[in-house]
T-cell receptor
Framework: AQSVTQLGSHVSVSEGALVLLRCNYSSSVPPYLFWYVQYPNQGLQLLLKYTSAATLVKGINGFEAEFKKSETSFHLTKPSAHMSDAAEYFCAVIPNNAGNMLTFGGGTRLMVKP | NAGVMQNPRHLVRRRGQEARLRCSPMKGHSHVYWYRQLPEEGLKFMVYLQKENIIDESGMPKERFSAEFPKEGPSILRIQQVVRGDSAAYFC???????????FGPGTRLTVT
């Protein structure tokens, strides 16, 4: 079964510092990959998606992610953290060969220090 | 264009009662998904529906839970005889087709007392 691993359930950065949130998937066939953000007591908002076009995907709010097949990774980055980026981030996949449901990683809570 | 709408946002039920959660997908979206977010367990898929059809219910508990997406009206997730372990946030998502990104509603937070 497809699985998604997010390394680090909590990540803390200073305002203005680089944000790096890690995501690895398990699949011999590259799946469709997504990053979502969840603010407290709200639903999930789509940040970006990878669907086998460009390997570097740009999303909203200055985030981007790079698909690396050799590493089965899809890490999320942002060059300069802002206080408003503090939230929980979820990596998710839809397997390329079966089903249409999202399988989520465990989530990473991003904290931004002033 | 309104997003995915869910109601109620908060629902309190006593053990043994029924809970009905509603979801209206985005305009033009015919695919609806339900996910559950339990503390310490993350987000899990429950069921995938298209109009009048259940496509995949592999994530639904075998008993007490049911879902529908009628020809007219919202999708309904129904939980009969709720227990404390059903307390969670339930999210609905919609998409215009298969393998498209899914857009999420704000969720219904169910508390069972």
């Amino acid at each position: 079964a497809q699985s998604v691993t997010q390394l680090g359930s909590h990540v803390s950065v200073s305002e203005g510092a680089l944000v790096l949130l890690r995501c690895n998937y398990s699949s011999s066939v590259p799946p469709y990959l997504f990053w979502y953000v969840q603010y407290p007591n709200q639903g999930l908002q789509l940040l970006l998606k990878y669907t086998s076009a460009a390997t570097l995907v740009k999303g909203i709010n200055g985030f981007e992610a790079e698909f690396k097949k050799s590493e089965t990774s899809f890490h999320l980055t942002k060059p300069s953290a802002h206080m408003s980026d503090a939230a929980e981030y979820f990596c998710a996949v839809i397997p390329n060969n079966a089903g249409n449901m999202l399988t989520f990683g465990g989530g990473t809570r991003l904290m931004v220090k002033p | 264009n309104a997003g995915v709408m869910q109601n109620p946002r908060h629902l309190v039920r006593r053990r043994g009662q029924e809970a009905r959660l509603r979801c209206s997908p985005m305009k033009g979206h015919s695919h609806v998904y339900w996910y559950r977010q339990l503390p310490e367990e993350g987000l899990k898929f429950m069921v995938y529906l298209q109009k009048e059809n259940i496509i995949d219910e592999s994530g639904m508990p075998k008993e007490r839970f049911s879902a529908e997406f009628p020809k007219e009206g919202p999708s309904i997730l129904r939980i009969q005889q709720v227990v404390r372990g059903d307390s969670a946030a339930y999210f609905c998502a919609s998409s215009p087709g298969e393998l498209y990104e899914q857009y999420f509603g704000p969720g219904t937070r169910l508390t069972v007392t």
